[in-house]
Each structure stands twice: as C-alpha cells, then as structure tokens.
C-alpha cells in the first residue's frame, strides 16, 4: 500500500520545485518536510475535530498537549509510515480524554511514568530529568488525560525485541 501523506507530500514537492527551480533542496527533502507538517497537523486537526464532535474537547487538548510535551523530551517508538502514525495517534489521543479514572488511578499512572522515562528514554540525564518534571505536574492538576497521555507516551520508550 502506498502511503496516503507520502504520496502526497510527493506531489506538492514536484509542484514546488517546478514552481521555483532555483531553490536548492531537491524533491526529496521538501518532501520529507511536507509529509511531516501533514503528519503533524493531521492529528491536531483530526484529534481536536473528534474532541469537539464528543463533547470532549478540554480533554483532548490536555492528553495531546501532554502526549506531545512529553515527547518531545523522551523520544519514543516511530512508525515507518506516516500515514499509520496518524492513525494510531488519533485514535490514541481521541480515546484518552473518554477514560475516567479515580484520584488513585490518575496518581499511580503519573508515578509509573518517572520509572519508564528514567529506565527507557534514551536522552540524557538532564532531559530526562525535565521530562520527569513535566509528568510531576500532574501531581498537582490530578488530570486524568494528562496521566493516561504522559502513560500512553511513556510505554513508546520500551524497546520490544524484534
């Protein structure tokens, strides 16, 4: 199956470069660019439209603002496909903000996460120590999304054998 975004992203490169044929980035690195920023706004646009369509838009904004913060100091699992990474995270981020979970809950998930971003996360010492700030937070809003989000985020550092 070809990818969707690929497929795309690789239209509008062409376009790009025949619309200014000086620019020195070959068609592959706009591409590469462009399939990115479909990638990326696709979920924000998909996620927060599901949100809304749910009645849950608070929510959503929350577990996807606390997926994307934490992940942007902890890395994690990538698909090799764009187009499946949108799906998976939509559905991900769309679900979190419907689970309801007890003050227990909530301050359990959030300790778990220290543990997995300090053992798993491949960055260093200091980011991981800012990361683990971030999940911290969460002690003080007891948000159950943000706990489900920083979880959710967490389990893509594990490192699954091939």
């Given at each position: 199956m070809v990818d969707?975004?690929?497929?795309v992203s690789y239209k509008i490169a062409v376009k790009a470069k025949e619309a200014d044929p000086e620019n020195t980035d070959d068609v592959d690195q706009i591409r590469y660019g462009v399939a990115?920023?479909?990638?990326?706004?696709s979920v924000i646009l998909l996620t927060v439209a599901i949100g809304m369509i749910t009645k849950e838009f608070w929510?959503?904004?929350?577990?996807?603002?606390?997926?994307y913060y934490l992940r942007k100091f902890t890395g994690g699992f990538h698909f090799s496909s764009l187009?499946?990474?949108t799906i998976v995270s939509v559905a991900i981020?769309?679900?979190?903000?419907?689970?309801?979970?007890?003050?227990?809950?909530?301050?359990s998930?959030?300790?778990?996460?220290?543990?997995?971003?300090i053992f798993f996360s491949n960055k260093d010492t200091k980011t991981k120590?800012?990361?683990?700030?971030?999940?911290?937070?969460n002690f003080v809003f007891i948000s159950p999304a943000a706990a489900l989000a920083f979880f959710a985020q967490s389990l893509t550092l594990i490192k699954l054998r091939r």
């Open positions: 969707p975004i690929e497929y990115l920023d479909i990638g990326f706004y929510g959503t904004l929350i577990g996807m603002g606390a997926f187009f499946v990474c981020l769309s679900i979190i903000p419907h689970i309801h979970l007890s003050e227990f809950t909530v301050v998930l959030t300790f778990i996460c220290i543990p997995l971003i120590a800012i990361a683990s700030l971030i999940v911290l937070i």
